[in-house]
């Protein structure tokens, strides 16, 4: 069982760059796909990006801004997140999973989300 835990969630400005981790313990991630979601206050919990063995996906909306990538020496994965925008505020949450398929669903570990405010 692997345990998740996000950070680097903050306040910034639009425009800005932040940079998002998720740390786990319990197990090593490179076994998993690692997905990266988000929910913004009234809204459901949307799909940002996955990482899996193999591909790289992400939501229309943060392609060519945001970029995902794996920290095997630290038991890790990144989401960059650069020139972010107000639509961008949210709690992010990373969750992982044992397959490699359907990369927006499926995941049964979750952590408990780093808040993320984008001021204009």
């Known amino acids: 069982q692997v345990n998740l835990v996000e950070s680097g969630g903050r306040v910034v400005q639009a425009g800005d760059s932040l940079t998002l981790t998720c740390d786990a313990n319990?197990?090593?991630?490179?076994?998993?796909?690692i997905g990266w979601f988000r929910q913004a206050p009234g809204k459901d919990r949307e799909f940002v990006a996955a990482?899996?063995?193999?591909?790289?996906v992400y939501e229309d909306s943060v392609k060519g801004r945001f970029t995902l990538s794996r920290d095997n020496d630290k038991n890790a994965v990144h989401l960059q997140m650069n020139n972010v925008i107000p639509e961008d505020t949210a709690i992010y949450y990373c969750?992982?999973?044992?397959?490699?398929?359907?990369?927006?669903?499926?995941?049964?570990?979750w952590g408990q989300g780093t808040q993320v405010t984008v001021s204009s």
């Open positions: 990482i899996s063995w193999i591909t790289t």
């Open positions: 969750a992982a999973k044992q397959d490699s398929y359907d990369l927006g669903s499926g995941y049964g570990y």
């Open positions: 319990g197990d090593t991630l490179r076994r998993y796909s």
